[in-house]
């Protein structure tokens, strides 16, 4: 029933409005060259975007309140942050920080105005795409890919902290901060996200009983801080998220969960964004290995000046140029435009062979190599987008064939989540927030955020359902039993 509501509520509005409006004014101004509407026309798409996004996540929720677990509002939320709010800061952001953007790559109000095409055709071509999958499906049984059988909570919380924490200490930590010379496959990783995912498994926990709490707050503690320690705003955000999500799955309150929304945003723009930056140049970009260091950077951050960061420019808003994609996407574009099509989907063949078999196996996320030519810093990482990238590879073409792929990636997780936690299978939380990952990263590179992370999300859903559940009841079944 919700499906139907989802359906027939948001999916019809957007695609009603986004290519109608949207398309047809970029169109004009682009095709006339009209310059007295160009400040307008880049203004209306984005913002837009950035508004009616969420909106329509928020609907999607509010209809069913599963959804949450559904990749779909995420997707919706990071493209209001990342083709909404970010090309705004060539717009209304001060001069320091346009010329820090534009240091990356010099864009005019026309290459402004393709990027807001770029994005909306992208977008349009996504939701139009999951609501045909939508509807082509919802006739089908409801409980397809459902585990023969639900196993205890308790159990699986402790299976959870169990792999999680052993793979994030032994494995997946230690990468992190540099301090194992080896590439570390994929699915460890995964595996090792485990522990962090176990707050989720441990709120619900301590809602039935009070003696889990004292074991939720010693994790979410020990996982924020490791997470800091990394240098990584993606990596604490996402714990807090897991907390969000968990909040959400039991008091299903909406309020509650824009006002987390909210929270974090704000603990991005005015702690996280200036501190990761701060540290990452006084200390080390991978991040610190002690208390100690992780200490040091605490106290160093508070004598820490703009002009430390930024040099001349004091006043550049860093946590907005970091939503700010348009300056990529425009050489991504250009790139293309010129005869140097990017080759980063031919990448696909590499994710199903496993490392271990093919130890020389290329790294898949292309983002050094992609910043090397941009800006000659090879050191670095930048990304145009999944809806850059597509451009990048063979134009307006290629960038409606991707965006189709990548809406039936989202469907998929949006039927199976949805489907498992109704159901209240937690044991495949994990496979569920691969999904989730899936649609937070349209900002990323289309190989391993789709294929690479459906491949992760099979191998996990059967590893978790056919050997480690099975095997570890098999283990606990008391000797003449």
Known sequence: MSGERESKGCLA??????????????????????????????????LFIMLSCPIIGYKQVK?????????????????SLFCGLGPLLLLFGNNDSISYANEYFAIDGFMLLRTNILNTVGISVVLLST????????????????????YPLKKVSSVFLFVGLLLQFAFSWPYKLGLLQCTLPGIITTFADLGSQSVILLYILSKKDNKYKIFLWILLFMELVTSAMTFSKTEVIMVLLYLVIAVYTYKKDLNKLIGWAVSIFVLYVFVLSPFVLAAR???????????TAFYDAIVNYRYVKPV??????????????????????????????????????????YTFVPRFIFPEKPEIPMGHYFNGIATGNYYSNSAPGIFGEAYWNGGWVCLVLVSIIYSLFLSFFNRYSVCHLRNGNYLYVPVAIIGIKMGLQMNGWMVPVTIGSFLHAIF??????????PVTEMLSIKPGK
């Open 460 to 469: 996990m859903y059967f590893i978790l359902g056919q050997v480690v559940m």
């Open 63 to 79: 209809n069913d309140s599963f959804s949450i677990w559904s990749p779909i509002p995420w997707f919706l939320l990071s493209c």
């Open 308 to 349: 430390d960061l930024y040099g001349e420019m004091i006043h550049v808003q860093g946590w907005w140029t970091r939503l700010n994609y348009a300056n990529a996407q425009a050489f991504a574009m250009n790139e293309y435009d010129h005869g140097r099509r990017g080759k980063s989907l031919l990448l696909a063949v």
């Open 13 to 46: 509005y957007k695609l009603v409005c986004l290519p109608a409006v949207l398309w047809l004014l970029e169109l004009i101004v682009l095709l006339t060259r009209c310059s007295d509407l160009l400040w307008f026309a880049n203004l209306v798409p984005p």
């Open 281 to 291: 140049i006084y200390k080390s970009p991978a991040g610190v290995s002690s208390l």
């Open 131 to 150: 609501c045909l999958f939508h509807k082509l499906t919802r006739f089908k049984k409801q409980n397809w890919l459902l585990p023969l059988k639900s």
